[in-house]
T-cell receptor
Framework: DAGVIQSPRHEVTEMGQEVTLRCKPISGHNSLFWYRQTMMRGLELLIYFNNNVPIDDSGMPEDRFSAKMPNASFSTLKIQPSEPRDSAVYFC???????????????????FGPGTRLTVL | AQKVTQAQTEISVVEKEDVTLDCVYETRDTTYYLFWYKQPPSGELVFLIRRNSFDEQNEISGRYSWNFQKSTSSFNFTITASQVVDSAVYFCALRKGQGAQKLVFGQGTRLTINP
């Protein structure tokens, strides 16, 4: 089975340009997460969706960032305009969120894509 | 608020040595989940294990083992007979409750296994 797919894998752009990162979650998963990894802040959540609806966007740094999930198999993270401090690796993850369970089964585990390394010059 | 602390920034050992990576967490939730992920030099994040707060049994998978102790809020990871391929950054993460919830990551421990 295909894992989480992200594109592009690498993006180099100039300050002020618009950047769009794309993610295709694992088929059948109903939750999608965008994380950012930097040396200074580590791995932090930007936004996540459940059943295509944004649930928590408190991690989105500012209005320059926006994310959409038009359907269950596609999400985008857009930065407009981009700035050098946006340089980071952006990860997309997906999971199958179920109801209450104490069985210890592997529900709700987030599986990550390969990431997009963004460099803003 | 939730917090994960991995106090060991970097560890370097010689191949075949055993090594333990520490993870201490903070949460007020009674239901929560703990995870370990591996990030090899290629950069992807690979899921290793998940544990829920109701299950304190230790887990062993080949050379990997995990020790979950609620009394000390710790979820430590031990690699036995380490190999060069184990070299990576390892992240401990915490998630509350069930369903769609975010992961809170520790800062990671960079493990280098020298031949």
């Amino acid at each position: 089975d295909a894992g989480v797919i992200q594109s592009p894998r690498h993006e180099v752009t100039e300050m002020g340009q618009e950047v769009t990162l794309r993610c295709k979650p694992i088929s059948g998963h109903n939750s999608l997460f965008w994380y950012r990894q930097t040396m200074m802040r580590g791995l932090e959540l930007l936004i996540y969706f459940n059943n295509n609806v944004p649930i928590d966007d408190s991690g989105m740094p500012e209005d320059r960032f926006s994310a959409k999930m038009p359907n269950a198999s596609f999400s985008t993270l857009k930065i407009q305009p981009s700035e050098p401090r946006d340089s980071a690796v952006y990860f997309c993850a997906s999971s199958l969120a179920r109801g209450i369970s104490t069985s210890g089964s592997e529900t709700d585990t987030q599986y990550f894509g390969p990431g997009t390394r963004l460099t803003v010059l | 608020a939730q917090k994960v602390t991995q106090a060991q920034t970097e560890i370097s050992v010689v191949e075949k040595e055993d090594v333990t990576l520490d993870c201490v967490y903070e949460t007020r939730d009674t239901t929560y989940y703990l995870f370990w992920y591996k990030q090899p030099p290629s950069g992807e994040l690979v899921f290793l294990i998940r544990r829920n707060s109701f299950d304190e049994q230790n887990e062993i998978s080949g050379r990997y083992s995990w020790n979950f102790q609620k009394s000390t809020s710790s979820f430590n990871f031990t690699i036995t007979a380490s190999q060069v391929v184990d070299s990576a950054v390892y992240f401990c993460a915490l998630r509350k409750g069930q369903g769609a919830q975010k992961l809170v990551f520790g800062q990671g421990t960079r493990l280098t296994i020298n031949p």
